[in-house]
C-alpha cells in the first residue's frame, strides 16, 4: 500500500511525459509541464505528510487540520518561485501555471484517495473531491502565484505579500480539511465554488472584453 | 467556552462584511493597490476567523495548542505592513534625519504590542500557546511600527497620510485588541475575552469603510 502513491504517479503522470514533445505551443506546454509538476510534488509530499504524522504521534486529525495544509502549500509554492525567479514574472502565466501545478497536485491526491477507500467510493465522493479538493488545490496555488508575479516588479510587495498570500493560501487549505472531515461537509464544497466562480466569472467577461 | 463560538462567530459575520464591502469596490483592476493589499487583509481576518469557527463547530480546540488559525492575523498585519512599508512609506519618509522623530515615535507601537505580549507570557497558557501568540506578536508589531509612523507622520509632497490616519488609528487599534484577546484566552478571563472580542467586532467592521473614505479623498 506504501508503494501505491507511487504507482499511480507513474500511471497517471509519466504518460503525460511523451505529450509534452507533441503539443505545438510553448504555452501549452508550460502547462501540462507543471500539471506533471504538481504531481510530483503530490508524490513528495505524500511522503513527508507520512513522517509529520509519526512526529504528531499519529494523531491524523491534528496534522491534517494544522500541519499538513503548510507543508503542501510551501511544497507547491517552491516550483512556482523556482519559474517567477528564473524565467518570468508575467501574472496571468504565474496564475496559470500555479493552478496548473494546484489540480496536477490533486489529481494525484485524488487517486491515492480513491484507493485507499476504494470500498466507500461513490459518484458524490467523486464530484465532492473535484468541486472540493481539486478546486481548492487550484485556487490555494494560484493565490500564491499572483504575489509572486511581484518579485521584480516591486520587492518591497514581493517578500511581504507572498508570505501573506501564503498565510492566506494555508487557512483556506485547513478550513477546506476541517470542515470535509466535519458533519459539515457540504461548506467544504461551497468555500473552494465560492472563490472559483466569481474569479472566472471575471476573467471571462474581461477577456471578453478584450476580443 | 460556550462563548467563544458566538464570538467567534460575531468576528466572522462582521469581518466577512467588512471584506465583501472592500471585495465589491477594490478587488477590480485599476484600483489602488494599497486598498486592495488592506481588503484582502481583512479577508485574511476573516477567513482565520472562519478556521476558528470550523474548529470549534467540530469539537476541536483551539487554547493550548497550535493552530493555524492565528495565520489569519499573522496575513492581515502581513499585508497591512506590506501596504503601509511597500506603498506608502517611501511617499512620506525619504530616509533623511528630518523623521527621526517620527520613526522613534513608531517604535512606540512595537513597544506597546511587546508590553502586551509580555502579560501573555506571564500566563499560566502552555509553551506552545505562547510561542504562536509570540510569532503573531512579531508581526502585529512589524506592522504597528507604520501604522503609529502614519498616525503622526506630516504629509509632504501628495497628501496621502492624513487622509489615511483615522484607519491607521483603528488598525494599529485592533492589533491591540488581538493581543488583548491572546492574553484573556490565555488567562481564560471570559468577561475580558466578550469585552475585547465586541470592540474587535466594532474595529473590523469599520476597517474598511474607513479605508474607503480615505482612499476616495485622496484620489479626489
Redesign the interface.
Known amino acids: 500500500m506504501e508503494q501505491m502513491s507511487g504507482i499511480l504517479f507513474i500511471c497517471i503522470a509519466l504518460p503525460m511525459i511523451p505529450m509534452l514533445f507533441i503539443l505545438p505551443d510553448k504555452k501549452s506546454r508550460l502547462f501540462l509541464g507543471y500539471m506533471i509538476v504538481g504531481a510530483t510534488v503530490c508524490l513528495v509530499a505524500g511522503g513527508v505528510n507520512l513522517w509529520l504524522l509519526g512526529l504528531f504521534n499519529n494523531d491524523s ?2 496534522v491534517t ?2 500541519i499538513t ?2 507543508s503542501e502549500e510551501l511544497m507547491k509554492a517552491i516550483p512556482v518561485l523556482y519559474f517567477a525567479i528564473l524565467f518570468s514574472d508575467d501574472r496571468e502565466t504565474l496564475l496559470s501555471i500555479s493552478f496548473a501545478l494546484g489540480i496536477g497536485f490533486a489529481v494525484l491526491e485524488n487517486a491515492v484517495i480513491l484507493t485507499q477507500q476504494i470500498q466507500n467510493v461513490s459518484i458524490v465522493w467523486a464530484l465532492t473531491r473535484v468541486i472540493g479538493a481539486a478546486l481548492m488545490h487550484g485556487a490555494c496555488t494560484a493565490a500564491v502565484g499572483l504575489g509572486m508575479s511581484y518579485i521584480r516588479k ?1 520587492r ?2 514581493f ?3 507572498t ?3 501564503l ?2 493560501a ?3 487549505h ?2 477546506f480539511n ?2 470535509v ?4 461537509r457540504p ?1 467544504a464544497l461551497i468555500m473552494p465554488a465560492a472563490v472559483y466562480l466569481p474569479v472566472t466569472v471575471n476573467l471571462f467577461l ?1 477577456r471578453r472584453k478584450k476580443h | 467556552m460556550n462563548s467563544l463560538l458566538y464570538l467567534n462567530i460575531a468576528l466572522t459575520v462582521f469581518a466577512a462584511g467588512s471584506f465583501i464591502y472592500g471585495a465589491l469596490h477594490y478587488l477590480r483592476p485599476h484600483r489602488p493597490l494599497y486598498a486592495s493589499m488592506i481588503v484582502v487583509g481583512v479577508g485574511c481576518i476573516m477567513l482565520g476567523r472562519i478556521y476558528i469557527l470550523a474548529r470549534l463547530l467540530a469539537g476541536l480546540v483551539i487554547t493550548g495548542i497550535f493552530h493555524v488559525g492565528i495565520l489569519g492575523t499573522i496575513g492581515a498585519f502581513g499585508f497591512f505592513y506590506s501596504s503601509n512599508y511597500g506603498q506608502i512609506d517611501s511617499l512620506v519618509d525619504d530616509g533623511s534625519k528630518d523623521f527621526m522623530k517620527y520613526r522613534i515615535i513608531a517604535v512606540s507601537g512595537i513597544l506597546i504590542t511587546a508590553a502586551l505580549y509580555v502579560a501573555v507570557l506571564m500566563s499560566p497558557a502552555s509553551l506552545v500557546e505562547k510561542i504562536s501568540d509570540g510569532i503573531t506578536a512579531v508581526s502585529i508589531a512589524a506592522a504597528s511600527y507604520y501604522h503609529v509612523k502614519h498616525i503622526f507622520v506630516p504629509d509632504v509632497d501628495y497628501g496621502v497620510v492624513s487622509c489615511l490616519r483615522l484607519f491607521n488609528i483603528l488598525a494599529f487599534l485592533y492589533g491591540a485588541l488581538c493581543m488583548g484577546e491572546m492574553a484573556a484566552l490565555a488567562y481564560n478571563a471570559e468577561i475580558l475575552l466578550i469585552v475585547i472580542c465586541s470592540l474587535q467586532c466594532i474595529v473590523s467592521a469599520a476597517l474598511i469603510p474607513v479605508m474607503d473614505k480615505g482612499v476616495r479623498s485622496w484620489s479626489k
Open positions: 486529525m491534528y487540520t494544522n495544509p503548510i516591486r518591497k510587495l517578500f511581504c505579500g508570505f501573506s498570500l498565510a492566506l494555508i487557512i483556506f485547513a478550513t476541517v470542515l472531515q466535519s458533519s459539515f461548506a474581461k
